[in-house]
């Protein structure tokens, strides 16, 4: 099984800020790599897709990079939206592993 | 719009089965897959299996090999997961989640609100 890990667990950060986390895989998975946003008590939202390409209506100030075995996902000018848990996942085996999350704060 | 709506909370006893339904609308059912992901308090996302919504052929994390079986009624839209020999290990929310794709990437676009089933004697 490909073992997705993330990190730091968790990150604090202002409003206005700049913040990058980063995703690492414990294989190559080329760019089959997505990042999801989730809130307390609701279900996961899409972000990100093939480890750079913003899904349709997330903001710009989101981007993402990455291939290989290591991720980032950058946030510009941090939103009040925006504090929430970030989840990479893979998609490049059909296990769909996802990482343990970075919860920004 | 589309929309995935799952039944509601389950409270279970050790060595039982629950069966989650995740009823689907605002687009063709069976030209998606659907999957379905757990996420125990304070854990992880995790994948346990999928449905390819066409032709009904379910594949399964090895995890849950063997105790979980995932089905769909194309006449109803809906897909469902059922998890037998429950532990307390097994309490956490469910999700179904239906599968984008484009070229080779894909990833889960949509989501059910999530089902809390809980394990207890």
């Known amino acids: 099984d490909i073992q997705m890990t993330q990190s730091p667990s968790s990150l604090s950060a202002s409003v206005g800020d700049r913040v990058t986390m980063t995703c690492r895989a414990s294989q190559t998975i080329s760019n089959y790599l997505n990042w999801y946003q989730q809130k307390p008590g609701k279900a996961p939202k899409f972000l990100i897709y093939a480890a750079s390409n913003l899904q349709s209506g997330v903001p710009s100030r989101f981007s993402a990079s990455g291939s290989g075995t290591e991720f980032t996902l950058t946030i510009n000018s941090l939103q009040p939206e925006d504090f929430a848990t970030y989840y990479c996942?893979?998609?490049?085996?059909?296990?769909?592993?996802f990482g343990q999350g970075t919860m920004l704060q | 719009q589309v929309q995935l709506v799952q039944s509601g909370a389950e409270v279970k006893k050790p060595g039982a089965s629950v069966k989650v339904s995740c009823k689907a609308s605002g687009y063709t059912f069976f030209i998606y897959a659907l999957h379905w992901v757990r996420q125990a308090p304070g854990q992880r996302l995790e994948w346990m299996g999928s449905i390819n919504t066409g032709n009904g052929i379910a594949k399964y994390s090895p995890k849950f090999q063997g105790r979980l079986t995932i089905t769909r009624a194309t006449s109803a839209n809906t897909a469902y997961m059922e998890l037998g020999s429950l532990a307390s290990e097994d309490t956490a929310v469910y999700y179904c989640a239906r599968e984008w794709a484009v070229d080779f990437w894909s990833g889960f676009d949509y989501w059910g609100q999530g089902t809390l089933v809980t394990v207890s004697s």
């Open positions: 996942q893979q998609s490049y085996s059909v296990s769909f592993t």
